[in-house]
Each structure stands twice: as structure tokens, then as C-alpha cells.
């Protein structure tokens, strides 16, 4: 598969341990993506419509 197919997904920036070398960079920020769309589907969960 080429590598910009690979990046589409989030699995694409997670290394193959012990295999590729794991960058603390990564997590983090993937780690920061993740709590930032759990936040956002949280509040509009509150937020939503109900008649």
C-alpha cells in the first residue's frame, strides 16, 4: 500500500513496535485529538433536540 493510502487512517501514524521507532510527539497529539472529539460529540450529545 502506498503511504499517503496508509495516512488516511489514524492507524497510519501509530508505529509498528518494537519494528519503528515510536515518537512521543505522535501519541500525544493523537491523544489530544481523540479527547478533543470525544469533548465535542459530549456537548452536542447535551445539546441535542428532543420533543
Same mark, same amino acid.
Given at each position: 500500500m502506498? +503511504?499517503?493510502l496508509e +495516512?488516511? *487512517?489514524p492507524y497510519g501514524y501509530i508505529p509498528q513496535l518494537p519494528v519503528e521507532q *515510536?515518537?512521543?510527539s505522535t501519541l500525544i497529539g493523537?491523544?489530544?485529538i481523540a479527547?478533543?472529539?470525544i *469533548?465535542?460529540?459530549l456537548f452536542?450529545?447535551?445539546e441535542r433536540d428532543l420533543s
Open positions: 502506498p +503511504k499517503w +495516512k488516511l *487512517s *515510536s515518537s512521543a493523537m491523544t489530544i479527547l478533543v472529539g *469533548s465535542v460529540g452536542a450529545y447535551r
